[in-house]
C-alpha cells in the first residue's frame, strides 16, 4: 500500500525521475512503475493519485505504449502530463493528431479557468511553462474542459473536474516551468488530499522495519566502497539487523588518494562495523591491461569486483542478502525496467548478478535520489563530511582515465585530484560544488619547464552543479582559483604539464568521461 502516496506510470521519459523528484519535495511519497504496471497490482497499493508521465512515442502508432483505461475508473485523481495527456484524451473518445506547429522550448501558458492544478492562479494571467511535443490533443472527450491555453495549444492545460482527471501538454516538473511545484502542490493537496507525511526520518523507520521482514535471522553481506550510498546503505541495515551485517571493502586500485585507509578507519574503527578489507589491485589492474574501450572496462571491473567479493563471501556462515547502495539515477541509466527508456551506460552494481552469488538482494536506496540518500544519512546522525562527499563511480578511476589503465596514470591522476580537492576546499567551494574531479587525458603535449622540453600527459578538470545527477552545468569557479589548481599541478605532479576545464554540461555530455 503507498500510504498518502502517488504513483507514476512511466511511458519511457527521461523527465519521469524529475516528476518523481518533485513529489518527493513535497514530503509527499510516490512510487514509479511502468505504463504495463497491471491493473489489479495498482488496486493493491492502493494510491492516493496517479500521475502519466511523458514518452517519446505517438498515441496513434502502432505498438505505442498504453496503460488500462481502468485507470480511469479507480475513483482517484489521475493526472497526464504531455504523452499521459495525449494518451488519456486517445483512449477517453478525443483526438490526437501530429502538430502543424510543433512546440519546443518556452511557451506562454493564459489561465482560462484556475482549476485542479491550477488552483490559487488568476484567470487571464500569463504563465511561462517548458514544452516538448509534436503532437497535440484537437479535440476533447466527452466531459472534459480548458482550464489553460497557449497561441498554438488550444488545450494546453484541460480537466474533468466531475471525474477529477487532468492534463498539462507542457512539463510542470522541469526547472523551465518556474511555476511548475505550485501546480505540482496544488493537484497533491488540494486535488488529491496527500498528506506532507514522507520525511527521511519515516524513510529511515519503514526501511529498517522493511529489512528486518526482509533478512529475518540470516545474515547480509554488503559491498561497503566508502562512499555516500554504500555507506547509507551499510548503516540503515546496520540498524536493522546488528552484527548480522558483515561489510566487505574491495580495494580495486582505482581508488583515490589515501581511499583505502579511510574508509578502514571509518567504518571499522569509528562505527564499528564488521569490515574485511580486501586488497585486490593487481587482480583488477592485471585484467584491465591492453583494454581502452570504456564499457568493457566498466564490465571488468564489475566481473572481478563480483569474483573478488564472492570469493570472500563464501568464508562467512549462513549469508543469504547483498547489501547494495543503488540508487535511482543508477536504474534509469542502466535497465529500462521504467519503460522504454534509453540505456546510456551500464552499472556494476545494477543488475548482471550471477546466479552462483544465491544471494537475495537488499537495496533499500533504490528508489531514492543522491541528495534524499544524504538526507536519510543525517537522520541516522552520520557526519556531514561523510555524508557530502562528492559522488565517486563504482569503477573508480578507470572512468577518469580514457584509453589504457596503467599505474603511472592512474598515480598522476591521484595526486592531482588530491590538489583539486584541496584547493575547491581552501576556496570554500567543495561543498558549493555537486562533483568535482580530476581526468588523466590519453594524449601528450609538448612543454617547457626550466628550459628543457617534455612531453607528459594532459590533466582535465571537472565540476559541475546538479541537483541529482540527471542533469548538470559546469560550475563556475573563479579564474584565481583554476590557476591556482593549474599551477599546483604542473608544479607538484610529475607526468603531467597542462590542465584544461571542462565546461559542458549533461546533456549533451555525461558528468563522468566514460
Known amino acids: 500500500m503507498i500510504v498518502d502516496g502517488v504513483l507514476i506510470l512511466d511511458f519511457g521519459s527521461q523527465y519521469t525521475q524529475l516528476i518523481a523528484r518533485r513529489i518527493r519535495e513535497q514530503h ?18 492502493e494510491p492516493r493519485a496517479i500521475v502519466l508521465s511523458g514518452g517519446p512515442a505517438r498515441v496513434f502508432a502502432e505498438g505505442s505504449p498504453t496503460v488500462d483505461p481502468g485507470v480511469f475508473d479507480l475513483g482517484v485523481p ?11 484524451s486517445h483512449l477517453l473518445g478525443g483526438n490526437v493528431e501530429r502538430a502543424d506547429e510543433r512546440e519546443y522550448g518556452p511557451a506562454r501558458l493564459e489561465v482560462v479557468k484556475p482549476e485542479g492544478l491550477l488552483h490559487g492562479f488568476q484567470v487571464g494571467s500569463h504563465v511561462d511553462v517548458w514544452m516538448s511535443h509534436g503532437d497535440r490533443v484537437e479535440s476533447l472527450p466527452p466531459g472534459f474542459q480548458t482550464i489553460a ?3 498554438s495549444s488550444p ?11 487532468f492534463g498539462v501538454q507542457f512539463h510542470p516538473e522541469v526547472a523551465h516551468t518556474p511555476r511548475g511545484v505550485e501546480m505540482l502542490r496544488a493537484f497533491l493537496f488540494e486535488v488529491a488530499g496527500c498528506k506532507p507525511n514522507w ?20 545474515a547480509a553481506v554488503c559491498g561497503l566502497s566508502g562512499g555516500v ?16 551485517l558483515t561489510c566487505i571493502f574491495v580495494d580495486n586500485g582505482l581508488l583515490r588518494k589515501d581511499e583505502a585507509e579511510s574508509v578502514v578507519h571509518t567504518y571499522r574503527d569509528h562505527f564499528g562495523l564488521k569490515l574485511i578489507h580486501v586488497d585486490a589491485a593487481d587482480e583488477f589492474l ?13 564490465k571488468i571491473i564489475g566481473k572481478i569486483f563480483i569474483d573478488v567479493f564472492q570469493r570472500e563471501a563464501q568464508k562467512l556462515e549462513d549469508v543469504g542478502y547483498l547489501v547494495q547502495g543503488t540508487l535511482y539515477p543508477d536504474v534509469i541509466e542502466s535497465l529500462s525496467f521504467k519503460g522504454p527508456s534509453a540505456v546510456i551506460k551500464s552499472h556494476h552494481n545494477v543488475g548482471g548478478l550471477p546466479d552462483t552469488l544465491h544471494l537475495e538482494l537488499v537495496e533499500p536506496l533504490r528508489l531514492l535520489f543522491k541528495d534524499e540518500v544524504r538526507e536519510v544519512g543525517e537522520a541516522m546522525g552520520m557526519p556531514h563530511d561523510l555524508l557530502w562527499r562528492h559522488p565517486f563511480p563504482g569503477p573508480g578511476l578507470a572512468v577518469r582515465c580514457p584509453g589504457l589503465i596503467e599505474k603511472e596514470k592512474l598515480d598522476i591522476l591521484r595526486e592531482a585530484d588530491a590538489i583539486f580537492m ?3 576546499r581552501a576556496a570554500d567551494l567543495y561543498d558549493k560544488i555537486w562533483q568535482a574531479f580530476c581526468v588523466i587525458l590519453p594524449v601528450r603535449t609538448v612543454g617547457v619547464m626550466g628550459d628543457e622540453r617534455t612531453y607528459d600527459y594532459v590533466i582535465g578538470i571537472r565540476a559541475v552543479d546538479s541537483r541529482d545527477g540527471m542533469t548538470a552545468d559546469w560550475s563556475r569557479i573563479p579564474h584565481e582559483v583554476l590557476a591556482r589548481i593549474s599551477t599546483r599541478i604542473i608544479n607538484e605532479v610529475r607526468g603531467c604539464n597542462r590542465v584544461c576545464y571542462d565546461i559542458s554540461s549533461k546533456p549533451p555530455s555525461t558528468i563522468e568521461w566514460e
Open 286 to 298: 592485471e585484467a584491465l591491461a591492453g583494454v581502452s574501450d570504456p564499457e568493457k572496462k566498466r
Open 155 to 165: 488545450f494546453a492545460a484541460v480537466a474533468n473536474l466531475e471525474r477529477q482527471i
Open 78 to 88: 489521475v493526472l497526464g502530463i504531455c504523452y499521459g495527456m495525449q494518451l488519456t
Open 422 to 424: 584541496e584547493e575547491l
Open 28 to 45: 509527499v511519497y510516490c512510487e514509479i512503475q511502468p505504463c504495463t504496471y497491471a491493473l489489479d497490482d495498482i488496486k493493491a497499493i
Open 199 to 218: 520525511t527521511p526520518g519515516s524513510f529511515v523507520e519503514q526501511t529498517v522495519e522493511s529489512i528486518k521482514r526482509q533478512v529475518g535471522d540470516r
Open 229 to 244: 550510498d554504500s555507506s547509507v546503505a551499510a548503516m540503515l541495515v546496520s540498524r536493522a539487523i546488528g552484527d548480522k
Open 149 to 151: 491555453q497557449t497561441s
